[in-house]
């Protein structure tokens, strides 16, 4: 009996000892411990590819400085189109000459060039005696008149009275008609000097006449100066009706089966080719102009005339199907990465990546940004799309995604805000 409780006793030891020693195992030694094993194997990096940002914020200020301009996709007829160069040109209808019917020294010059004027608006004033003798001769006829008048009612009586001979009573009508004739004469000359006959009186003598504008335009030339001479043949001021433009284009042979009246002519100044005028065509030449090869076609300038000038060179695209497509601006795609891509005006705000192990830098930055004053913003979604045909300075596109309805875009100043985009990398702090 003490045997075998001394054995169970040294058994128990034993397994004392065994566990004690499982519990005293170090890291490495052979053995496999769910507690070892978690604290050996590396915890992997997050791998987090950041997408690419698509929107900027500018401020007022970074916007007023790049001169960024806002408008909107357009439909344009830039497809099945002939280009054809030509001049603007005004109608001899619609031009015309300030001149003196009668020779004279310039007293007053009252126009420049680019001004406009009405019909009938003084341009100058001539001085000249022989303008004071005319009046002179008109008053002195007007007396000689009343003289006249009265010895033929006195020849008249006499003739009545048989007191009188017939021959002078015939010499005092044909006087009194000769006198009438020559102060109709000067009454004319002296309305054409610009001077109401009415008005000329022995106290009332004017020694400069007027030279009108004979029509209504811009003054496009100035020959005479204060103290030139000037007669019938030396107009003093050109004036021109640009409300008249009309533009002539020079078709090559092959091209001018495709035209015809009415069609519809966009075109630019070859010298500003951002802003386009339209026109229409209303007659086209049946002969070759000089050795050009080419036949001219005349069109009418339609809408806005601001800013063409008679002479102006032009560049005219002539649509062929009436096709229209979105088109931008060209200066409104930008290039990056081998695709194109326009700027809209968004409301959505610029994307925010935070790197990790930045927690208190981000909240330092946060706490600033509360203190700082907040600016207004614009933001700019960057929108990509699909280049075709350029004409006329714009470019037509079709749109990758979907745009809101009249989104404004970026058509000035798109490679500025794509820049900054690229810049900041979308990240914000």
């Known amino acids: 009996m003490s045997f075998s409780i001394n054995k169970i006793i040294s058994l128990a030891i034993i397994l004392c000892m065994i ?14 411990h769910g507690t070892a094993e978690t604290k050996s194997e590396a915890k992997p990096e997050a791998t987090h590819e950041e997408a690419p940002a698509t929107i900027a914020a ?44 009668y020779g004279g020294v310039i007293k007053s010059l009252n126009v420049q060039i680019g001004s406009f004027v009405r019909k009938g608006q003084v341009i100058a004033t001539i001085a000249n005696p022989q303008f004071i003798q005319l ?49 109709a004469s000067l009454q004319q000359q002296i309305q054409l000097m610009g001077i109401n006959p ?11 006449l007027v ?8 003054v496009s030339n100035v020959f005479a100066k204060i103290g030139s001479y000037v007669d019938v043949s030396s107009p003093v001021a050109e004036i021109v009706d640009n409300g008249s433009l009309h533009l002539d284009l020079n078709v090559f042979e092959k091209d001018l089966p ?32 000089n050795d050009s090869k080419t036949i001219p076609v005349h069109c009418n300038v339609k809408g806005n005339k601001i800013g063409l000038i008679d002479g102006m060179n032009i560049t005219g695209i002539v649509s062929l199907n009436n096709v ?56 700019f979604e960057k929108i990509e799309v699909v280049k075709s045909v350029s004409n006329m300075g714009y470019t037509a596109i079709t749109f990758v995604n979907e745009i809101p309805k009249n989104a404004k875009i970026v058509t000035k100043g798109a490679f500025f805000i794509n820049a900054k985009l690229s810049n900041t990398g979308g990240h914000e702090h």
């Open 19 to 32: 566990l004690s020693a499982c519990h005293n195992h170090k890291e490495g030694d052979g053995h496999n």
């Open 58 to 101: 500018l401020t007022a200020e970074q916007i007023k400085t790049v001169g960024i301009t806002y408008g909107n996709v357009e439909m344009k007829e830039l497809t099945a189109t002939i280009k054809a160069n030509g001049n603007l040109k005004v109608p001899n209808n619609n031009k015309g000459n300030a001149t003196s019917l």
């Open 135 to 183: 009046q002179e001769e008109y008053l002195t006829i007007a007396s000689k008149i009343i003289f006249a008048e009265q010895e033929l009612a006195r020849q008249k009586e006499l003739n009545e009275g048989n007191a009188g001979a017939k021959k002078n009573l015939q010499s005092a009508d044909a006087e009194l008609k000769t006198l009438r004739t020559r102060r």
């Open 198 to 208: 009415n008005n000329v009186s022995n106290s009332n003598l004017q020694s400069a």
């Open 211 to 218: 030279v009108t504008s004979p029509i209504s335009g811009t």
């Open 258 to 289: 495709m035209l015809r009246v009415g069609q519809t002519i966009h075109f630019t100044l070859t010298n500003n080719p951002t802003k386009e005028y339209d026109a229409q065509v209303y007659s086209i030449g049946t002969a070759f102009e």
């Open 324 to 379: 229209t497509t979105p088109a931008v601006p060209n200066d409104a795609i930008v290039e990056a990465d081998g695709k194109y891509y326009i700027f809209i005006i968004t409301n959505k705000e610029p994307e925010e990546h935070h790197e990790e192990g930045e927690e208190g830098h981000n909240h330092k930055e946060a706490e600033k940004s509360k203190e700082a004053e907040p600016k207004k913003m614009t933001n």
